[in-house]
């Protein structure tokens, strides 16, 4: 009885789930930067903005999936300034996806991204205006990991620089046959600017990431499979084996994670997320906090009644 009274206040107080629940939900619903770090993010925006050219395409469909297309195939789909800013507002629209589920990252006409348009690079040169495109695109990309939807980079073609930090901003990667990816950054004078390389060290381990960085290394598949960087290959699509094209085969492959309801696929990503940047003693308070959420919920109620459990 005790228990069930618990379990009925934690029901009565879903959207709060105590502190712990208000800081995982500041944390999904923010970047790493505020005012409080001298980051002005209307004027860094307004300056990225002045260089348009490409697009971030967005298409929500009704499996839960989300196609997020960087979308400039003149310049190897070189994210523009215009870009950055359009990617921070599809990453706003997709936090507020209710029915979402999933979300595949990829690139048009079969390449994924080149990094950052020159064109704008050479424009924000200097030191100053480089650490605010920096804290810009470090909360753009945090926020895009921390969506409640499982996400996956289909990475077709290269993704170099700024283009292979993209690729860690998602919880999973699927590499066609002939792609690769290498962070160039060493060749440019730089490191990874936009959170790549801490989140590299935290996908392959340090050691594997001063080899990729250090090195300037081309991942193929092989390799990227070998390193875990990369978690599956798809097939060629002219291929008769192949089950469809890279972007079908992908969905495929992201389907088997997201069977269910949204609400219970959402709080899978955010026990998960919570692991991962909470410190042990909140990450299980948060963890018990979203258990809040799905216990007793429309999907546990069906499950219980068909005693789907074993099957």
């Known amino acids: 009885m005790a228990m069930c009274a618990v379990m009925l ?5 879903r959207s709060g789930c105590g502190a712990w ?8 619903s923010s970047g790493v930067y505020s005012s409080v770090h001298a980051f002005n993010e209307a004027e860094i925006r307004e300056k990225l903005q002045a260089f348009p050219g490409g697009s971030i395409d967005l298409l929500k469909q009704d499996s839960g999936i989300a196609v997020l297309t960087v979308n400039n195939p003149s310049r190897m789909n070189a994210l523009s300034g215009g870009m950055m800013v359009d990617l921070e507002e599809r990453v706003n629209e997709l936090e507020n996806w209710t029915d979402g589920k999933g979300l595949i990252l990829c690139g048009a006409a079969e ?6 348009d020159l064109n704008a690079v050479r424009a924000i040169s200097n030191p100053q205006d480089g650490m605010k495109m920096s804290m810009f695109m470090q909360n753009t ?9 499982i996400s996956v980079a289909l990475v077709e073609g290269r993704a170099l620089g700024g283009g292979a930090e993209l690729t860690t901003a998602c919880d999973f990667r699927l590499m066609a046959s002939d792609s690769v990816i290498q962070f160039v950054h060493k060749h440019m004078g730089l490191v990874p600017g936009w959170g790549g390389g801490a989140r590299l060290v935290r996908i392959v381990g340090s050691q ?40 079908e085969q992908a969905e495929k492959w992201l389907g088997t994670y997201i069977k269910g309801p949204a609400p219970v696929i959402q709080a899978v990503k955010k026990v998960v997320l919570s692991g991962r940047e909470l410190p042990l003693s909140e990450a299980l308070k948060t963890e018990m906090g979203v258990f809040g959420t799905v216990w007793g919920g429309p999907a ?11 099957k």
Request: aromatic share 2%; glycine share 10%.
């Open 208 to 247: 594997n990431a001063l080899k990729l960085l250090g090195g300037a290394l081309k991942v193929d598949p092989k390799l990227g499979l070998q390193i875990g960087l990369a978690d599956g290959v798809v097939e060629d699509a002219q291929t008769v084996e192949a089950p469809g094209s890279h972007l």
């Open 300 to 310: 546990n109620l069906q499950a219980l009644a068909s005693k789907s459990k074993h």
């Open 111 to 116: 390449t994924f991204c080149s990094g950052s």
């Open 9 to 13: 206040q934690i029901l009565k107080s």
């Open 21 to 28: 629940g208000r800081l995982l939900q500041r944390q999904s």
């Open 141 to 149: 990309l945090t926020r895009l990991l921390r969506l409640p939807l």
